[in-house]
């Protein structure tokens, strides 16, 4: 059990345009995921925590107009960039919290690797 | 301070030998412990948790928890190459909140054949 899956495992845009990455949990429910970015060789950055029916909360930093999310159903949570630049190219991980557990565990989804041109 | 810290490496070990990593974490009040393994291009993977004082052994991972000391490791005995990977500690704070697991920025282990 706790798998999460992400879609598209890799995406190449160009600048300027929107790209939309899901995650979902499959086989449990998570009232929390999370969203986090990696560039290479660093560690993991936390950008926003998703909560299921409200306003996802921003690590500090985190521009919310350029990374929506939206977390409309408990299995289901979406990260969009808009106006993708160059410097946007990263790798996006999501996790999922199931709301059965109480100690915390995360569950990552395997990864999106944005490339933009 | 950070919330938790551990030796980014490298740390290489020879195949079969037992691999040994360490971290600390600054929150005395936190509750859960937890190590993640991530291979290179791929996301984390969860492969320990631990609860309580003591050891906790699944296989070949031994994790252990020293809350006195705020220290949690996790050995690794006949390492192998697939092992080579970055190693994550991750620490649940005793608050309620949005996110209250804290990364460490892991720790590289290389096993040599």
């Known amino acids: 059990g706790a798998v999460v899956s992400q879609h598209p495992s890799w995406v190449i845009c160009k600048s300027g345009t929107s790209v939309k990455i899901e995650c979902r949990s499959l086989d449990f429910q998570a009232t929390t995921m999370f969203w986090y970015r990696q560039f290479p060789k660093q560690s993991l950055m936390l950008m926003a925590t998703?909560?299921?029916?409200?306003?996802?909360?921003?690590e500090q930093g985190v521009e919310k107009d350029k990374f929506l999310i939206n977390h409309a159903s408990l299995t289901l949570s979406t990260l969009t960039v808009t106006s993708a630049h160059p410097e946007d190219s990263s790798f996006y991980i999501c996790?999922?919290?199931?709301?059965?557990?109480?100690?915390?565990?995360?569950?990552f989804g395997p990864g999106t690797r944005l490339t933009v041109l | 301070q950070k919330e938790v810290e551990q030796n980014s490496g490298p740390l290489s070990v020879p195949e079969g030998a037992i691999a040994s990593l360490n971290c600390t974490y600054s929150?005395?009040?936190?509750?859960?412990f937890f190590w993640y393994r991530q291979y290179s291009g791929k996301s984390p993977e969860l492969i320990m948790s631990?609860?309580?004082?003591g050891d906790k052994e699944d296989g070949r991972f031994t994790a252990q928890l020293n809350k006195a000391s705020q220290y949690v490791s996790l050995l690794i005995r006949d390492s192998q190459p697939s092992d080579s990977a970055t190693y994550l500690c991750?620490?649940?704070?005793?608050?309620?909140?949005?996110?209250?697991?804290?990364f460490g920025t892991g720790t590289r282990l290389t096993v040599i054949p």
């Open positions: 631990i609860y309580s004082n």
């Open positions: 996790s999922a919290r199931p709301a059965r557990l109480t100690s915390g565990e995360q569950f």
């Open positions: 998703s909560n299921e029916g409200s306003k996802a909360t921003y």
């Open positions: 991750a620490v649940n704070r005793r608050q309620t909140g949005a996110n209250n697991l804290f």
């Open positions: 929150d005395r009040g936190s509750q859960s």
